[in-house]
């Protein structure tokens, strides 16, 4: 097990806590960087979802993770940045100039929101973000000066300073790594700075943050707009890879998926946001792949117990008829959701920090240490 | 003239069946400060139960709503006992999280049983209609009006007048207190879980001759009840239903007066408007908090 020695205040603020972050991470960074010529392009066009996925679930950690202030409405700042890239688009404004305002403009929009949701907590913010989400999606949809509508708008391939790159080329997905790598490294040299510090006192105590000296209004719009504006930038790489955008896709179930990314990964760390957006983006094809191949396995399980031939063929069928059943994926999606809520509070990125822990001080484990205190004794509404 | 009034009583009706919903959300926040998202979805569970009773067993529609409710009621004891008791006392969001996670459940499975397609439940009220001069008034959105009024009634001198209302508000208020002084924190919560989908059931059934019920219908009202319940006061059952009419009133009105598209968005902007200058809503208590 390693120690490290803290002689410094510097040493709580790193980057890099000690050289093993260093190579893990390089390792990493040299497989991503490889994955174009090693995986198919299926899986490449997955990891492109898992970037951008990943983007909107750093966002969501900035204000849900680090400021407390949970938000149901993302997929509405997505479209605004999806549209905003596709509305510029057609004037012919180029890539840098139109992901930096659909960022900006993102980023104002989520600063207005910020400012209403000063006087609300827990429920009611949840409320109010997710009636924003629907006004922002029926103003999307009746906008058709602008947003066409109902019919949506295509979005042309991008072209970065004159070169044309498609939504499957390797540069895409490297332009998708770099906003996700550049996002990340920026949130955390955010968060050790004194801003991430305050979101996190107001996190913690609203009271206290403020009777240290931390002006929670100004932190919260600010934990807005930040957030807001991340998920902006994912917008316009969002539309670009789809290629073409309408209403529909921006709803209520696409601001829960995110919420999903963040509670699945792990709300406490930035880890969280990428395992949770591989878990999300990747349960997809694992679906199909059930559907596909589950029953021929069940039925090979059933006749190497002694089943007759007969029966393992009616077993195939059945599972067969039950996996391809509408809507299975909601109800695995539901059940995913009360399992971790129940059993996996921290999320993946908690499973793991236990599994090592676990290792680093073998026979000396206790399963207490993850164990969150339950609190009976709070009143929300009276806070 | 005539149309207005004509507006306002459909409305009103609407309205009355977002507040039914909403008076399950309130029941269940007044007990245990949990916002259940899964509500809508409970009362689409229930108008599914009553068809199967009366659609599909040919049962009497009395018999068979009593059924639905009842059968509803043990649904909400077992979704408290399996998905919100391991973790009360954990930080609301969790519970939200797990409640929508139910909720998409729920749809799942009941677009898996029942299918995809609008059911109609046979209702004594559904023909018909109630004739005050020139004005119309159909059946089954009197008995929408009717029913609200009544239960909200009776929840009102249930949670203020009786002694398992009472511990209910003692247990929401504070579950060590209220378990220290002797109250089962325990059953009550689960009492109220079964009242809340027993409210949802009746919304679902006097809802089926209006809307039709299938998997979806749940997540649509659902949404629409939380402003009625905002606005009313999340904790106040009078104000659940005092703001699902309003909410009812302005989207029938906003339909028809304002220009396509207002009707969707009309409840949440009022919704917005009174979280930004009365977050306490109409009816709700205002408490700061002591230091």
């Not at chain 1, 990125?349 to 609190?375: D, E, H, N, S, V």
């Not at chain 2, 396509?260 to 908090?289: I, Q």
Request: charged fraction near 10%.
């Amino acid at each position: 097990m390693r120690f490290l020695f803290k002689t410094d205040y510097e040493d709580d603020i790193k980057l890099f806590p000690h050289s093993g972050y260093v190579v893990s991470y390089g390792i990493l960074l040299a497989l991503l960087l490889i994955a174009p010529y090693v995986l198919s392009s299926y899986l490449m066009s997955q990891l492109v979802f898992v970037c951008i996925y990943a983007i909107v679930g750093v966002a969501l950690l900035i204000l849900t993770g680090f400021t407390g202030q949970a938000s149901l409405g993302h997929a509405a700042f997505l479209a605004i940045g999806a549209y905003t890239a596709a509305y510029l688009q057609k004037y012919n404004v180029p890539f840098p100039v139109y992901f930096l305002a659909a960022g900006l403009l993102t980023g104002i929009i989520g600063a207005m929101v910020g400012f209403p949701a000063l006087r609300l907590t827990g429920i009611y913010l949840v409320i109010a973000t997710i009636s924003f989400a629907l006004i922002v999606e029926e103003i999307l949809a009746r906008w058709e000066s602008v947003t066409n509508g109902n019919e949506g708008m295509r979005v042309k391939t991008l072209s970065l300073l004159g070169v044309a790159v498609p939504r499957d080329s390797p540069t895409f997905y490297y332009l998708c790594l770099a906003v996700l790598v550049l996002t990340i490294v920026g949130t955390l040299n955010l968060l050790r700075s004194p801003t991430g510090r305050a979101f996190v006192a107001i996190r913690d105590s609203e009271t206290a943050a403020r009777s240290m000296g931390v002006n929670v209004a100004l932190y919260k719009v600010k934990s807005f707009a930040i957030s807001a504006a991340i998920t902006g930038f994912a917008g316009v790489l969002f539309a670009h890879k789809l290629s073409f955008i309408s209403p529909e896709m921006f709803t209520l179930q696409l601001s829960i998926e995110f919420i999903i990314v963040i509670l699945i990964g792990g709300t406490f760390s930035l880890h969280g946001a990428v395992l949770g957006a591989i878990f999300i983006v990747m349960i997809d094809p694992f679906l199909t792949y059930l559907k596909d191949d589950m029953p021929g396995i069940i039925a090979g399980i059933a006749a190497t117990f002694g089943a007759s031939p007969a029966t393992a063929g009616n077993i195939q069928s059945n599972v067969a008829a039950f996996a391809s059943l509408n809507g299975l994926k909601g109800a695995i999606y539901g059940i995913i959701i009360v399992l971790f809520v129940l059993f996996e509070p921290l999320g993946l990125y908690g499973r793991w920090l236990k599994i090592k822990l676990f290792f680093q001080l073998f026979p000396l484990y206790k399963r207490a240490t993850f164990k969150r205190q339950k609190i009976y004794v709070k009143s929300e509404r009276n806070r | 003239m005539l149309d207005f009034v004509q507006q306002l009583v459909s409305g009103v009706a609407l309205g009355c069946v977002y507040g039914l919903i909403a008076l399950g959300f309130v029941l269940v926040y007044k007990a245990t400060e949990v916002v259940n998202f899964a509500q809508g979805d409970l009362m689409m569970l229930g108008g599914f139960f009553a068809f199967t009773f009366i659609g599909m067993m040919g049962l009497n529609y009395w018999i068979g709503f009593a059924g639905a409710v009842a059968a509803m009621a043990l649904f909400g004891m077992l979704a408290e006992r399996v998905v919100v008791r391991p973790i009360l006392g954990y930080p609301q969001f969790s519970i939200i999280m797990a409640t929508i996670g139910l909720g998409y459940f729920l749809r799942s499975i009941a677009g898996m049983i029942w299918g995809t397609d609008d059911l109609k439940i046979e209702t004594p009220f559904s023909q018909g209609v109630l004739r005050m001069g020139s004005l119309v008034l159909a059946y089954d959105k009197l008995s929408v009006i009717a029913a609200t009024m009544i239960l909200c009634t009776l929840l009102w001198l249930f949670f203020n007048k009786t002694m398992l209302g009472t511990a209910m508000r003692a247990s929401s208020e504070n579950m060590l207190a209220a378990y220290y002084m002797g109250i089962p924190v325990k059953r009550v919560v689960s009492v109220v879980w079964a009242i809340s989908a027993a409210v949802a059931t009746c919304a679902g059934v006097l809802l089926a001759p209006i809307t039709f019920i299938h998997s979806n219908v749940g997540l649509v009202l659902g949404l629409k009840a939380f402003p009625a319940a905002v606005l009313g006061g999340f904790g106040s059952i009078p104000g659940a239903v005092v703001g699902g009419v309003l909410i009812g009133v302005i989207e029938s009105m906003a339909g028809f007066y304002l220009p396509e598209g207002w009707k969707d968005v009309a409840p949440y902007v009022v919704l917005l408007t009174v979280l930004l200058l009365k977050p306490e809503g109409l009816f709700g208590l205002h408490v700061r908090k002591k230091v």
